[in-house]
């Protein structure tokens, strides 16, 4: 690892935690908005162990459970799952292309939602459909670009290979 | 450091991930008593500064819109004194024949709703107001257009609100000439996936037609009569003494950027607090 790969790499995750908190409410539809905390988390899980990314994917989604007590504990449940699926599929997959890593990406904020929407027991018949097949895979979608763009703009920041697949 | 590829999970990762799991299903099971302090501690401490953020970013977007509109009304008010004390004096006359209360007339307090992107948000939002700016538990969340909800829990800057599309969420309903009443309760979405509210124990015999617009009744001990609670959008489902109506929110949840947590006493009719156009019919 070069100097200053460290740093720059938790710099790169700490401006997407701030993007969530700051710039995400001025981009349009909150159910299909990127969710840049979500992506953090699966870009830390990229060079993470799973038992780590699933370390982290909890601490995440309980700080998340707390800003929505509707459905406390199932958030740190899907991101729990997240990460530590995430994480196990890199290596299993060997990933480091850009469009497998758009995939992950989208897939993650699928399976998250997913699990939100079913360990919280709230919704359900149409509600659940609405979610699963068309909100989820909107904002899947956006969090997948997004994702993609900040691997191609923060490559040498993220140290992360691409194309050599 | 590039990938690396060449790692499946240990036992040790397995571990750690089956502990997080089931750390997860303890914090799902945990009896409200328990779960409430812990997440409102965590928004109190580590989560403060994001929620600061958060909230300064919301004030900072509507900063423009809001300098126009003052603008504008520095514009009208200027036009507007002079005629002032005549209106005044008139406006205090027309209130003593019709009998007419001031609007919000014993306050309320303005907040920003800080929106996550989890798929239950819809159910409980967070806003940026809390016990240092007067708001307590169960006070009633209002937009222009109506009712969002009533406040589950407080801290020092910011609330939870509970909105109508919560689960728990119960409150006594009536038309808006006040001819006909009943429970409102969450729906569920319609197959549009739009979330909808019911008015449950509607007598059979009473009719509500599409487009009766509902308002809270006072009833219950929470709510104060006549908030703008939705419209009539048709029947839900009826049995031999009573129909259950399907209402159109008049405040979605996910759209909703800025509330007004209201202080008044709970014997307090708001009937004519809200413009007429939210209560206008929309099928």
């Known amino acids: 690892?070069?100097?200053?790969?460290?740093?720059?790499?938790?710099?790169?995750?700490?401006?997407?935690?701030?993007?969530?908190?700051?710039?995400r409410s001025r981009l349009g539809n909150d159910r299909v908005a990127p969710?840049?905390?979500?992506?953090?988390?699966?870009?830390?899980?990229?060079?993470?162990?799973?038992?780590?990314?699933?370390?982290?994917?909890?601490v995440v989604g309980l700080l998340r459970d707390a800003l929505t007590p509707a459905s406390f504990g199932a958030g740190a449940l899907a991101h729990t799952l997240v990460g530590y699926l995430s994480a196990w599929?890199?290596?299993?997959?060997?990933?480091?292309?850009?469009?497998?890593?758009?995939?992950?990406?989208?897939?993650?904020?699928?399976?998250?939602?997913?699990?939100?929407?079913?360990?919280?027991?709230?919704l359900a018949g149409p509600q659940m459909m609405w979610e699963l097949l068309v909100w989820s895979p909107l904002q899947g979608l956006t969090t997948a670009i997004t994702g993609v763009l900040v691997l191609v703009l923060f490559r040498h920041w993220l140290a992360i290979r691409l194309g050599e697949s | 450091m590039a990938l690396g590829a060449d790692r499946y999970a240990t036992r040790g990762d397995t571990l750690v991930f089956l502990g997080c799991v089931a750390l997860s299903l303890v914090a799902m099971s945990l009896p409200a008593g328990t779960r409430d302090p812990l997440a409102s501690g965590l928004r109190r401490t580590v989560l403060l500064p994001f929620l600061q953020l958060q909230n300064q970013s919301e004030l900072l977007r509507t900063s423009r819109t809001r300098f126009a509109q003052v603008v504008a009304e520095r514009d009208s008010a200027v036009l507007a004194t002079a005629f002032q004390g005549e209106l005044r004096a008139e406006n205090v006359r027309l209130r003593a024949l019709l009998g007419l209360g001031t609007r919000l007339g014993s306050g309320f307090v303005p907040a920003e709703?800080?929106?996550?992107?989890?798929?239950?948000?819809?159910?409980?939002?967070?806003?940026?107001?809390?016990?240092?700016?007067?708001?307590?538990?169960?006070?009633?969340?209002v937009s222009p257009e109506g009712l969002l909800g009533i406040v589950k829990a407080t801290e020092?800057?910011?609330?939870?609100?509970?909105?109508w599309a919560h689960p728990d969420f119960r409150a006594s309903?009536?038309?808006?000439?006040?001819?006909?009443?009943?429970?409102?309760?969450?729906?569920?979405?319609?197959?549009?996936?739009?979330?909808?509210?019911?008015?449950r124990g509607v007598p059979y015999r009473q009719v509500?037609?599409?487009?009766?617009?509902?308002?809270?009744?006072?009833?219950g001990g929470v709510l104060p009569r006549g908030l703008p609670v939705?419209?009539?959008?048709?029947?839900?489902?009826?049995?031999e003494w009573e129909r259950t109506y399907l209402v159109r929110p008049a405040v979605p949840p996910g759209a909703v950027s800025h509330v007004m947590v209201l202080g008044m006493q709970l014997g307090a009719d708001l009937g004519g607090a809200f413009a007429p156009d939210s209560q206008k019919a929309t099928p």
């Open chain 1, 1 to 23: 690892m070069r100097r200053g790969e460290p740093l720059r790499f938790w710099l790169v995750l700490a401006l997407l935690v701030a993007l969530q908190f700051s710039i």
């Open chain 1, 35 to 58: 969710d840049f905390l979500l992506l953090a988390l699966l870009i830390y899980t990229i060079r993470e162990r799973p038992g780590a990314s699933a370390a982290a994917g909890f």
């Open chain 1, 89 to 122: 599929s890199k290596a299993v997959f060997f990933a480091e292309n850009l469009l497998v890593n758009g995939g992950l990406f989208f897939a993650g904020t699928w399976l998250r939602n997913m699990v939100v929407a079913f360990a919280s027991g709230k």
């Open chain 2, 113 to 141: 709703v800080l929106h996550q992107a989890i798929p239950t948000e819809a159910l409980t939002v967070v806003i940026s107001a809390g016990t240092r700016q007067g708001v307590r538990q169960l006070a009633p969340v």
């Open chain 2, 156 to 163: 020092g800057g910011t609330s939870v609100v509970a909105t």
């Open chain 2, 173 to 199: 309903g009536m038309a808006a000439d006040g001819s006909i009443f009943g429970i409102l309760a969450p729906h569920g979405a319609s197959e549009r996936g739009v979330w909808l509210l019911e008015l």
């Open chain 2, 208 to 219: 509500v037609p599409p487009g009766t617009v509902i308002l809270t009744s006072g009833f």
């Open chain 2, 230 to 239: 939705g419209t009539v959008v048709g029947i839900a489902s009826e049995s």
